[in-house]
């Protein structure tokens, strides 16, 4: 495939995705995630924004250290600092990429800058030359470009492009593009911009209207050859284009688009389960490619039609995004070898044998009370035994909730407490809110409940129950996420969890510094 006809994936789930309120991962669950991005060969993962906060600087480190075939990046604003401490960060990367931004509309650089358009143009030369003191892969966006003037915007991008800018990423930060609209922007760009030739043209674009996924295949037709694009579309506000719709958007349609991708497709449903996995926010049924509906068919006709030929209601096989009955046939006697084997075919490796040996304490427990354990059951119990690793401060040790028709539900709970064994009680409107309200009784938190959501993780009625809880505490959001075959067990889990991550002294700080 040629340099033309290859279209760049530009992962940001771990940047962009991550500024998802509630959405914040950890060192070890980014590191996990990214392996995941580098089975699947994307060709960029941005792993963080490294100025953000000590931990973001550090993830961002250790993704690039564990990847080596993917290019890893790091985000910075068009400041000195946040340059350097990208740099700083990317040095143990195979590949390593400076992504730098600065706004260029008008409304950003009057109200949020407080810059004249010539100090925009001379700072954003500025970065990239000082970017490229550290790699020679320098990506430039003008912030708000979608609503940024397009004779300045070719002023800055020409500029940037001869101070060694690589990739010029055009972003439609707030999401207020159309298709046509923007398709034209990327045309008139790459058509007026003399130096243009010289840098590849990506998109980033956000789904306020819905319209990230057609806009990035808009500007893909219009001659973008990277796209920036995040796992299940996570991301602020309504998400970002999702990776797995336009991937296989072109894929599919080859007979319309002129170039494609070389990912795995048949990593992105286990990638997809990954993340959903670790940040807690689960895919709707209905979500196009990785929705558990997405192939599924009710209508009479529609099966009737498959059967015969499926080619009559499938654009694409489901087994080519990573659809199947993978599963593995371990139980109670099998060993930690075969566990390990397992799982290191799902990417999933570990660095030391304690954490080894906690999942492997899991995963038998759990054989006990489950005949068949999926992959999704592993990805589980893994994300919950790292959360346990890394923090685990309150541990449940016992629940019994008492719940009948017509009686008040009634919760009694013994829980760890740094080492400390204690109990309480409550009753509640159900055995969930019972079970919670006993908690509070042991450790009385002052949160607000945002979210509690309930999803199976495989089919069948031993499924284990996954549960997200979203806790707020003085303007700190975190999601706690736990897994179990019995649903009330699977709900005190992830309320405790949700109270480690806030417990957590070294919590990181939100990485919404900027925005592309």
């Known amino acids: 495939m040629s340099g033309s006809d290859k279209l760049i994936i530009f992962d940001t789930t771990l940047r962009d995705g991550e500024q998802s309120p509630g959405a914040s991962m950890t060192r070890e669950e980014k590191v996990r995630i990214a392996k995941a991005l580098e089975k699947m060969r994307v060709d960029v993962i941005e792993a963080g924004f490294p100025i953000a906060s000590p931990g973001d600087f550090e993830s961002v480190q250790a993704v690039a250290r564990a990847v ?19 740099g700083e960060a990317l040095k143990g990367a195979n590949s390593a990429r400076i992504h730098t931004f600065i706004a260029t509309s008008p409304i950003h650089m009057q109200h949020k800058l407080r810059m004249t358009p010539d100090q925009v143009l001379e700072q954003a030369v500025r970065a990239v030359k000082q970017a490229r003191g550290h790699t020679d892969n320098v990506e430039f966006s003008p912030e708000d470009a979608g609503r940024s003037e397009l004779d300045f915007l070719c002023r800055v991008i020409e500029a940037v492009i001869d101070a060694g800018a690589t990739t010029i990423n055009i972003p439609d930060t707030v999401g207020y593009n159309i298709p046509l609209q923007f398709g034209e922007l990327i045309h008139n760009l790459r058509d007026r911009i003399p130096n243009a030739d010289k840098a590849v043209f990506s998109v980033h674009c956000h789904n306020d209207l819905g319209l990230a996924v057609a806009n990035s295949l808009s500007a ?9 694009c995040t796992i299940n579309g996570l991301g602020e506000r309504a998400g970002n284009a999702a990776l797995e719709e336009i991937v296989m958007a072109v894929r599919t349609r080859q007979d319309v688009f002129p170039c494609d991708t070389t990912l795995d497709t048949t990593q992105i449903v286990p990638c997809s389960r990954l993340v959903s996995s670790i940040t807690g926010f689960p895919v709707q049924p209905n979500k196009a490619i990785v929705g558990v509906n997405a192939f599924a068919h009710e209508s009479g006709i529609h099966q009737d039609g498959v059967l015969k030929h499926r080619d009559t209601y499938e654009i694409m096989r489901a087994q080519d995004v990573g659809w199947s009955d993978n599963r593995i046939v371990l139980g109670k006697h099998s060993g930690r070898n075969a566990f390990k ?37 592993l990805q589980a119990l893994v994300t919950e035994a790292a959360a346990a690793m890394e923090n685990e401060r309150y541990k449940l040790v016992a629940l019994k909730v008492c719940s009948e028709t017509g009686e008040t539900p009634v919760a009694s709970v013994t829980l760890n407490v740094n080492g400390e064994e204690r109990s309480g009680s409550a009753a509640g409107g159900g055995p969930v809110d019972a079970s919670f ?3 509070e009784t042991i450790v009385p938190s002052g949160t607000e409940l945002l979210l509690y959501s309930v999803n199976n993780i495989t089919s069948g009625t031993d499924a284990q129950g996954e549960v997200t809880v979203r806790l707020e505490k003085a303007g700190r959001v975190v999601n706690g996420q736990g897994a179990d075959t019995d649903i009330v067990i699977a709900s005190a889990k992830a309320y405790l969890s949700a109270l480690n991550r806030l417990a957590d002294p070294a919590g990181r700080a939100h990485p919404q510094l900027g925005d592309v």
């Open 341 to 377: 084997t397992r799982l290191k075919e799902l990417a999933i490796e570990f660095d030391s044998e304690e954490e080894l040996n906690e999942a492997f304490a899991r995963f038998k427990d759990l054989a006990d009370r489950k005949h068949e354990i999926y992959d999704e059951d």
């Open 220 to 228: 893909v037709l219009n001659g973008a050859r990277q796209v920036e």
């Open 437 to 439: 309200k006993a908690i």
């Open 68 to 86: 080596k075939d993917s290019t890893v990046c790091g985000l910075a604003r068009a400041k000195d600092a946040d340059i350097d401490r990208a």
